[in-house]
């Protein structure tokens, strides 16, 4: 079985504020992947990032960077100088044990003010 | 612009009638899923088809179908529709038939509501 939590359902930051969104997983499998996906208030679903379990390095890309972390089951995202136009929900997901179905968590909603 | 296509965006219909919700997905993909997202379930898997075989089931009703054609588009039927499959239905698709070695790229949606 896969699980994934986002302890964090709703994040407000004043712009140009860093934030950090949690994502904690579970799995019995040793190969998983791990992703982050945007929806805006337009509703489509956008990807941002995906990561397998053999690599654990950290990722930046622009104002985002990803901290995978084994011992912890954590794969969280941090938003540096925020902007509104990163204000979305955000979803972390999950695929393991060879199944074709990607499961999602509940998302953070995250509300950037000017 | 992820280059997976759904029609129609947004769908209005009345309990017990049936739609049809068209996804066309990405050049050279060969998988598609269907998802959908409501405000109590959040985002649910469906199901999955590869190259025009279903090839995993998720929380999908027995009241929902779907197939894929020769040409790689997608078509999930609804019936019998009750006031809780009001929903955002996604479609995505993928290089190969595994769901985590390649990467899911999602359609725009359609919203369906049922009155």
């Known amino acids: 079985a896969q699980k994934v939590t986002q302890a964090q359902t709703e994040i407000s930051v004043v712009e140009k504020e860093d934030v950090t969104l949690d994502c904690v997983y579970e799995?019995?499998?040793?190969?998983?992947?791990l992703f982050w996906y945007k929806q805006p208030p337009s509703g489509e679903l956008v990807f941002l990032i995906r990561?397998?379990?053999?690599?654990?390095q950290n990722e930046i890309s622009g104002r985002y960077s990803w901290n995978f972390q084994k011992s912890t089951s954590s794969f969280n995202f941090t938003i540096t100088a925020s902007q509104v136009v990163d204000s979305a929900v955000y979803f972390c997901?999950?695929?393991?044990?060879?199944?074709?179905?990607?499961?999602f968590g509940i998302g953070t909603k995250l509300q950037v003010i000017p | 612009d992820s280059g997976v296509t759904q029609t129609p965006k947004h769908l209005i219909t009345a309990t017990g009638q049936r739609v049809t919700l068209r996804c066309s997905p990405r050049?050279?993909?060969?998988?598609v899923y269907w998802y959908q997202q409501s405000l109590d379930q959040g985002l649910q898997f469906l199901i999955q088809?590869?190259?025009?075989?279903?090839?995993a089931k998720g929380n999908i009703l027995e009241r929902f179908s779907a197939q894929q054609f020769p040409d790689l588009h997608s078509e999930l039927n609804l019936s019998s529709l009750e006031l809780g499959d009001s929903a955002l239905y996604f479609c995505?698709?993928?290089?190969?038939?595994?769901?985590?070695?390649?990467?899911?790229?999602f359609g725009p949606g359609t919203r369906l509501t049922v009155l």
């Open positions: 088809y590869y190259n025009g075989e279903e090839r």
């Open positions: 050049s050279g993909d060969l998988s």
């Open positions: 799995t019995r499998d040793t190969t998983y992947y």
């Open positions: 990561r397998n379990s053999f690599d654990e």
């Open positions: 995505a698709s993928s290089v190969g038939a595994s769901g985590g070695v390649d990467t899911q790229y």
């Open positions: 997901a999950l695929n393991s044990g060879g199944y074709q179905k990607v499961t």
